[in-house]
């Protein structure tokens, strides 16, 4: 079976209308709100719930159980559920290809999302603050509101005070929006002149972990009339910006079109053209104006296209197989957030002799890449007042990842059949970008793999098998690709995915000197391998003792780890290299094996030394 190998567009899409809150008396709900770091709407992020029983995930009830909703206008509810125990995850569009595959859901459970357990006819109300980028969520800060059945249905919790948020539809809730918000306005060329057939969209302002500003893509997009008129339906409540894009992307094909009239020579005789512009007359979406839509239509929100000097990039790829000559040179924005948001991207065809010429470029820094089966290559260039000499792109080979499975649980390894919906290893780069390239194989009956993948990476590996198996490990080069992607290399000989039948669990009881729970203490649960110490690795884990002084970890990869607890250990505690270092003297070895749950007990020593480093990298004289 030839591996799956396919281009990604990275595109956010927007979430529907919530749906009607329609229950069933002995069902369970959750409904409830989500909003960024800045206070807005969680526009463009879905609620996905699913079961706990990790069975579930691949049975005849999948379809049923598994559930997946948008979040609109903030808020969300999800209905119909089951008594028992659920988990609560928020994820991207782009989080969930291949839907409902179960390895979606062992992944999305491995992020340690929220667990819910339901009685029969209760209602949840969780609120969530998140942190939000083209192509993940966080989940800042999280409260879950549980009521009792009785009063749930009666929308009140003792002392008359309304225990969850409205749902749409159930009584006693606020009214949703009489119809849907729309934008609407026209769409005219430098002259005033009125364009027809261009592609309008709007674009909502997200903020990455880093604090970056980024735009994700919010709802379906619309083309103008023969009078330039648009009109984008369907928006919830928030804020936008609007753009008209000159160029448009056939998803048939693969190449991009010019939707704006051509080129033409301006008053000094250079070639002048029409560019992606958002409302405001500006080509840059952090100069945009902003729309805000309530639940009326926003008329006149006009786009004149800005008219700019353009110019030609041509190049070639000596060397270049027959077989990719059906692939593209892709011409993207240097800046990653605007590589995700499609802004300004163009695809060109090869040419039968390996050449390529993209049009009408203006002024800016871009990253001309290529990628196929037969090799990958990439290069940065800038366009600055003129067209750029020709670039010859020098193609570079694939990497092959061979390797091997190990089923690691208290059941029986299961039979491998060669199936790629089955049993399958992933390569995909960390950081998905167009052009980029992802590639399923399968795996042989004997638990090996061969796996090639073209692109500059860095790579993860990851594994798939039917449930309950779920992955633990893709190691590559000494080093977990889960959390550690793996750079380009000639080859890889060494992966290792490993496979568990439940997730690890660990249980930390601090006690004090005297013996007594230790209550509200830092605990850090950290890899004895530096290389894992980031914010980023499932290796590294930060907790806080509960009332009965334990605190609980999960999803642990199989290792050896160190664990430490004190009350100068923030449970938020931003994790670098020097702050676990600086814990490492006082914290107590132990071992976790792939699926394993276990315990350790912890008494708080004093730090080596009088000073550690805290979150901020201040230095600070405290001993636990």
Known sequence: ????????????LAGGVASAWVQNPAAG??????????????????????????????????????????????????????????????????????????????????????????????????????????????????????????????????GGRTGLPPAAGSAGAAPPPAAPGVISGRVTDADGKPLAGIQVRSMRRAVNPNGQVQFINS??????????????????????????????????????????PSASP?????????????????????????????????????????????FNVTGSIPGLPLTSMQFWVVLMPLESREQLSTLNVRRIAITDNGTFSITEVPDGEYLLSFNSPSGWAETPMRVA????????????????????????????????VRDVREFAVELAPAQRTIGSSMIRT????DGTFTATVSGPGPFQVRGLAPAPWIQASGIANGADTLDLPVAADKGIEDTLVIFTDRPSALLVRVKDAADQPLIGAGVIVFSEEPQYWSSR?????????????????????????????????????????????????????????AGESKSVDVRPRPPALACLPTHSGALLERCS
């Not at 009326?296 to 700019?308: K, P």
């Not at 499932?538 to 664990?563: E, I």
């Open 537 to 593: 690795s499932r290796r590294v884990q930060l907790g806080q003792t509960t009332s009965g002084g334990t605190a609980t970890f999960s999803n642990l990869p199989p290792g050896r780890y160190f664990v430490v607890a004190g009350r100068d250990i923030a449970p938020n505690a931003a994790i670098t290299p020097d702050f676990v270092a600086a814990l490492k003297a006082r914290a107590i070895p132990f071992e976790m094996i």
């Open 219 to 260: 709802g379906a997009s619309a083309r103008t009339d023969a009078d330039g008129r648009y009109r984008l339906t369907n928006r919830t409540p928030d804020e936008y910006v609007v753009l008209a894009e000159a160029y448009s992307i056939d998803l048939a094909t693969g190449t991009t079109s010019r939707d704006v």
């Open 29 to 158: 709900s959750i409904r409830g709100t989500a909003k960024d770091s800045t206070g807005a709407s969680a526009g463009g992020v879905v609620v996905v719930v699913f079961p706990e029983d990790e069975t579930r995930w691949s049975g005849p009830d999948r379809a049923s159980v598994v559930k997946r909703v948008p979040i609109t206008a903030g808020r969300f509810a999800v209905s119909d559920l089951a008594p028992g125990n659920w988990l609560l995850a928020f994820a991207t569009e782009a989080m969930l290809t291949d839907w409902p595959d179960p390895a979606i859901l062992a992944r999305l459970k491995a992020r340690k999302p929220m667990r819910i357990t339901l009685a029969p006819g209760q209602q949840v109300g969780v609120d969530a603050t998140l942190t939000i980028s083209e192509s993940d969520v966080v989940v800042k800060d999280a409260m879950m509101l549980q009521s009792r059945p009785e009063l749930v249905r009666s929308g009140t919790t003792p």
């Open 385 to 416: 007042g003129r067209s750029p000499d020709a670039v010859v792109l020098t193609l570079r080979p694939p990497t092959t990842f061979k390797g091997r499975v190990e089923f690691r649980g208290s059941i029986a390894a299961p039979t491998i």
């Open 442 to 445: 399968v795996i042989q009956p």
């Open 1 to 12: 079976m030839r591996p799956i190998c396919r281009a990604l567009l990275m595109t956010m």
């Open 266 to 310: 301006g008053t000094d005789g250079a070639m002048a053209g029409n560019l992606t512009t958002f409302h405001g007359g500006v080509t840059d979406q952090r100069a945009a104006s902003v729309v805000r839509v309530a639940r009326d239509e926003v008329a006149d929100i006009n786009i004149q296209l800005a008219r700019r000097p353009v």
